[in-house]
């Protein structure tokens, strides 16, 4: 069966779209619509209509913002974004994943630069981009206040969390921006956070998720938790990684080496 853009209403002129891989759903981007504009959070990855999809929905005009520059997040999508005349933001601490990857959709020379702080006002809608580098260096989430909803990307995980990649910053540069993140979503009592991979969350992710991750994040500094040893063959390579859990985080992986 040919494989297919799933797309889901969330709420209010706000949808989920998902793309599937070998072991089913897998990767999601997200689209808000304002009364003005509409924001598409992140491009899926292998499949091509993602735009059409999103003409579908909306005739606004359409922002792209990355939430990171791997390519499961920043897929073929962005090209037909970029030749629509759509804006494609993303972080310049994560332009080199694109300027460095084989038929990159964009070129670094097409991307706008996403600054922490930055504001899309959608009108009636606003989306802040956070600075949560730690996945990626140039990491990001993006936080509807008003509507308590953060739009996470990997920056926090989803569920499950990588932090043991080589691209990763160090878990105490994390952390401090974790922390930061901790601070600002903190009074949202009713908050939901949409990641980049849903579905890898048997439960929809709140702000006890933020506590369990910064929990997590400064045992493991703190030498206070260490967790199981996790072989990780990836693509040849192994991975020297551990594993730790806690509440909503099923699976948090590190790097020990890498620290400080």
Not at 17 to 31: I, K, M, Q, T
Not at 107 to 133: C, E, I, M, N, Y
Not at 222 to 238: D, I, Q, S, V, W
Request: overall charge negative; charged content about 25%; hydrophobic content about 40%.
């Amino acid at each position: 069966m040919e494989k297919q853009i799933v797309v889901t209403p969330i709420s209010d002129r706000i949808w989920q779209f998902n793309e599937s891989n070998a072991d089913g759903p897998y990767v999601d981007a997200y689209l808000i619509c304002g009364k003005e504009r509409a924001l598409l959070i992140d491009s899926l990855q292998n499949l091509p209509g993602l735009y059409e999809e999103v003409r579908k929905l909306t005739s606004l005009p359409v922002d792209v913002a990355l939430t990171h520059g791997h390519g499961d997040h920043a897929g073929v999508s962005l090209k037909e974004f970029e030749e629509a005349g759509c804006k494609i933001y993303l972080a310049p601490a994560d332009f080199f994943f694109l300027k460095d990857r084989k038929n990159a959709p964009v070129s670094a020379g097409a991307l706008s630069p996403l600054s922490s702080g930055q504001v899309f006002d959608l009108g009636g809608r606003k989306l802040t981009a956070l600075d949560v580098g730690g996945h990626s260096p140039g990491s990001v989430a993006f936080l509807d206040e008003e509507n308590q909803l953060l739009f996470s990307g990997d920056s926090i995980g989803s569920g499950n969390f990588w932090m043991q990649l080589s691209s990763c910053l160090p878990l105490d540069e994390f952390l401090v921006k974790l922390e930061a993140l901790a601070k600002r979503v903190e009074p949202l009592s009713g908050l939901k956070i949409y990641p980049g991979h849903r579905n890898q969350s048997p439960v929809q992710l709140t702000l006890q998720y933020v506590k369990d991750v910064l929990g997590l994040t400064r045992d493991i500094l703190a030498g206070k938790e260490a967790g199981e040893e996790y072989p990780m063959n990836l693509h040849g390579t192994m991975i020297s990684a551990r594993e730790v859990k806690r509440g909503q985080m099923r699976s948090y992986l590190y790097d020990p080496k890498h620290l400080h």
